[in-house]
């Protein structure tokens, strides 16, 4: 195998391999010259048919700091508005020379279709597929998680017995479901937070609790509190319940974050709603990892790259 396209099927041992990779990364970010040959002669292409700030960037970034060329596609603006498939818009980039794909789509599987219908011959990492998985976002809040509680000590580590709290839009969430599958693996306790109208009919077989009372939950004290954006998008607009009621009693202000130990995390993947999902003071706060989040998002991207095209990886599924 050689697709990142879900957590659900990473192994433990593959999990903490990819982070432990991650921790070699990020080493190299601290450097004064921050690239590796790695990847010299290979070319990675971003094919984005969302939105995105911060995945497209840091893939970006992170193919470059391992000298790859890279392709950044973007749907906007190209054959994609006139009618072009996924299908032949992969193969022109496949023509073009791409070992790697990054992509990331509104339809849940697209990836899984590129990587398996032999259309292409390259790579392909999830960036984020409709309400599916986001898989470098969950190993990216892994790390982030790892290295605040174990700090130099994390590698070879899992989060054995870590409470991790997430709270939101469960039902759009492709971060959610990545992370629900990998902080299992990893030995995490995980509880979801939502009103009952954001949460997935059928969640059997999820290894997570569901709860509908945010204070109650964070009354336990845990170790994690991840925040979740509401995707007003993918609800047409308009959401139920409304924006002041969802603040008022789903949303982390600062009444609820003050109530928090100091030593509670306080994660978000953003884009960040500020004043519904999150208070400015929880998102500012030093207990706020949400720059930590995007800045290990480079590490743990370079190390997905890594083991997918440079012909040292292991079995990424
Ligand atoms: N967390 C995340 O996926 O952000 P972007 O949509 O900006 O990539």
Known sequence: MRHLLSTRSLSRDEAIALLDIAEDMAAVQHREVKKLPTLRGKTVVNLFFEDSTRTRISFEAAAKRLSADVINFSAKGSSVSKGESLKDTAQTLQAMGADGVVIRHPASGAPYTLATSGWIDAGVVNAGDGTHEHPTQALLDAFTMRSRLHGAASRGKGLDGVRVVIVGDILHSRVARSNVWLLSTLGAEVTLVAPPTLVPVDMAGWPASVAFDLDEALATKPDVVMMLRIQAERMHGSFFP????????????????????????????????????????????????????????????????????????????
């Open 242 to 317: 409304n924006s002041r009621e969802y603040a008022r009693t789903w949303g982390l202000d600062d009444a609820r974050f003050s109530q928090l130990p100091t030593t509670t995390m306080v994660m978000h993947p953003g884009p960040m709603n500020r004043g519904l999902e999150i208070s400015a003071l929880a998102a500012d706060s030093a207990q706020s990892t949400v720059r930590e989040q995007v800045a290990n998002g480079v590490s743990v991207r370079m190390a997905a790259l890594y083991l997918l095209l440079s012909g040292e990886r292991g079995e990424l599924r």
